[in-house]
């Protein structure tokens, strides 16, 4: 990967179910694996997951940052997995919208830890609230998340439409979850890319992952263990390492979108 800033791309979906959380976590311990260093933002704010899926309990997120004066290394919480966390609360519903102030905030905290970062994970919630279009504007790439549904697709829709026309977003990836085969991944990918097409010029979708539906995915939440861990040789596991590879391959962007990238200080206020 080239460039001096750490790549920002937020693993984002338009219905909730898809699968996110497991995809983010899953994905952060691969590219680990890859040898790099990476941090893994929950920001799904007021319904947190990431700690759920790993089974792990920080003692502080990023609530406390807000409301309680802690510091980025307070609550930057190591995984035996080879990445950190930044964990969210669960059940605070003063966390479901940030103010201005709480962004910037954020982004202080966020970009003390810039050094010798390669990825920046953004699991946003799911649907077109406030929290998930302003983490999805201030990723630099974003991975859509769609299962073979057909509400999937329609809410994924959903969310390409309003980034598009009301924040001028238009470059997505995409990796389709819990597929039974490549060819309904593909059809999944083609319906939403003709949809795309026909009524929103300009937007460029790219599938970069499918994950296949496995029964040791299921297996791996109850036990939260991520299955890339519990079960390493699973055609999950196999294709989340191809996903990774994949992503190791993206280059940061240059033009940066002309988008207000509020993670990295420097971008924002030179």
Not at 107 to 134: F, H, K, P
Not at 153 to 171: C, F, S, W
Not at 214 to 230: G, I
Request: aromatic content about 8%; hydrophobic content about 45%.
């Amino acid at each position: 990967m080239s460039g001096t800033f750490p790549l920002v791309f937020s693993v984002t979906s338009g219905k909730g179910g898809v699968g996110k959380t497991n995809i983010s976590v899953n994905l952060a311990i691969c590219l680990a694996q890859l040898g790099k260093q990476v941090v893994l933002l929950d920001a799904d704010l007021g319904l947190a997951n990431v700690d759920v899926v790993l089974g792990l309990t920080p003692q502080k997120n990023i609530f406390h940052l807000f409301h309680e004066g802690a510091t980025l290394t307070d609550i930057l919480f190591p995984t035996p997995y080879g990445f950190s966390i930044l964990p969210a609360s669960s059940g605070m519903s003063e966390m479901l919208t940030l103010s201005t102030g709480q962004k910037l905030e954020l982004l202080e905290a966020v970009d003390e830890m810039e050094d010798g970062l390669d990825y920046l994970i953004v699991d946003t919630g799911a649907g077109i609230s406030d929290n998930v279009l302003y983490f999805n504007m201030a990723a630099q790439e974003r991975l859509i998340v769609l299962t073979p549904e057909p509400t999937s697709l329609t809410d994924a829709y959903a969310l390409i439409k309003v980034l598009k026309n009301n924040h001028g977003v238009e470059r997505f990836k995409v990796c389709v979850n819990m597929a039974p085969d490549a060819k309904t991944a593909k059809d999944m990918f083609v319906r939403l890319h003709q949809a795309c097409d026909h009524f929103l010029s300009g937007v460029s979708l790219e599938l970069v992952g499918v994950i296949p539906r496995d029964t040791c995915v299921r297996k791996a939440v109850v036990q939260q263990l991520p299955f890339c861990v519990s079960d390493p040789k699973s055609p999950a596991a196999k294709a989340m390492m191809t996903l990774a590879n994949n992503i190791a391959a993206w280059e940061v962007p240059d033009n940066l979108d002309g988008n207000i990238k509020f993670f990295w200080k420097k971008l924002l206020f030179r």
